[in-house]
């Protein structure tokens, strides 16, 4: 007996992958409430123009064999430790597969060769503390790989071999120390990398030498004290970066030189007391810069005239700027507890 179910849905105009998840998993409900699956071990399968779309999720039983055409697949929810080994044997068409919130412990480096047109793997909320090398061996098509709120602890370039087309990367909500040298240098088409909620104090200078087009960068949750001139460097066309709740106490002099595309700066909830001179000046464009926000909230600021390159860009942008309320002095003894935009106007 197939654990999937043989009745077919076809909605106006084929199913669409790309609709959120959230809608997709309300479509499957209706369809269920709909008698598409009338078995609650059975698993529900939609049809569309590309091909099937299965989700599984308990009650219902872990499927023994995949439609050829499964270009979808959602097993989540199962508290499964290990995947069957042969649970994408026949896959050859998938270019979805979502395995969220299970107790997944260890892959097989052999788990994705059925499937070299893979383009999404989501492995969020699992138990893994580490992936076999050549595990994305046949996955030169997977654009998003999502390892969120795993257990890694430590990351080998080694492991990511292979990933060719990564344009999306999410790897926070982990217990990552510290990452390798060289870990992106192949990832040219990288766009949206998120480190943030793991445990790194320091980064690899070359961090960011290999993608391009780097547009999001997510190192919010950590525990970095200083951040270094070469880091952003690379990467002149980044739109959203996000330092905050960290314990940044330093910010070199040039630290965001060329970032003039950048849309979004939040460097809250720090240690920041004083910033070098000239810092803000490549940020100060006019145009698109800047255009959703800044915010420097939640620093022990030490107002005073090492600070005279901030107040004058603040009172440029203060349009632009978030929690104005909460961004405050922690000195001197004069100024302590007054805004840092009634400091600047007063200047």
Known sequence: MSFWSGQQYQSPGGFDPQLPRTLFLLLLSVASARGVTQNPKDCVAFQSEKGSSISCHPPAELPSSLPADTFHLVLELFNLTQLPPDILKGAS???????????????????LLPAPQLRVLDLTRNALTRLPPGLFQASAALETVVL????????EASWLHGLKALGFLDLSGNRLRKLPAGLLANFTLLRTLDLGGNQLETLPPDLLRG????????LEGNRLQVLGKE??????????????????AKVAAGAFRGLRQLDMLDLSNNSLASVPEGLWAPLAQPGRDMQDGFDISGNPWICDQKLNDLYRWLEATKDKMFSQNATRCAGPEAVKGQTLLAVAGSQ
């Open 231 to 248: 880091l952003l460097e690379p990467q002149p066309d980044l739109r959203y970066l996000f330092l905050n709740d960290n314990k940044l």
């Open 93 to 111: 068409k998938l270019q979805e597969l979502h395995l969220s919130s299970n107790r997944l412990e260890s892959l097989a480096a052999e788990f």
């Open 211 to 218: 993608p391009l087009r780097l547009q999001r960068l997510h």
């Open 148 to 155: 969120k709120e795993n257990q890694l602890e430590v990351l």
